[in-house]
């Protein structure tokens, strides 16, 4: 079956960065787009990034995190990363991995497997 299973989240300093990891298993990797979400406590999930693969990587990313964050992928690895840099308070979320085959690549419903989080907490 397919799993996804993200690492990398901890405690960090505003200003500071993190890299998530997600593994992928059970899927023919590279046909799939593969996003990040985040969910705040209190609050709805929201789309973070999306890579999806056409003889190289197509980037997508929400307006709060373009130009800190980069959604690089690894298809040999079966593994998408998340580099975020410059980070805020109000980055603090749980984040998600997920995979899709249908666009659009920026909403949770077009994306099929999800994986169980990671928590990512950014002091102030």
């Known amino acids: 079956q397919v799993q996804l299973v993200e690492s990398g989240g901890g405690l960090v300093q505003a200003g500071g960065s993190l890299r998530l990891s997600c593994a992928a298993s059970g899927l023919t990797f590279s046909s799939y787009a593969m996003g990040w979400f985040r969910q705040a406590p209190g609050k709805e999930r929201e789309f973070v990034a999306a890579n999806r693969w056409s003889g190289g990587s197509i980037t997508y990313y929400a307006d709060s995190v373009k130009g800190r964050f980069t959604i690089p992928r690894d298809n040999a690895k079966n593994t998408v990363y998340l580099q975020m840099n410059s980070l805020k308070p109000e980055d603090t979320a749980v984040y998600y991995c997920?995979?899709?085959?249908?666009?659009?690549?920026?909403?949770?419903?077009?994306?099929?497997?999800w994986g169980q989080g990671t928590q990512v907490t950014v002091s102030s």
């Open positions: 997920a995979a899709g085959l249908s666009r659009p690549w920026t909403i949770g419903e077009a994306y099929d497997y």
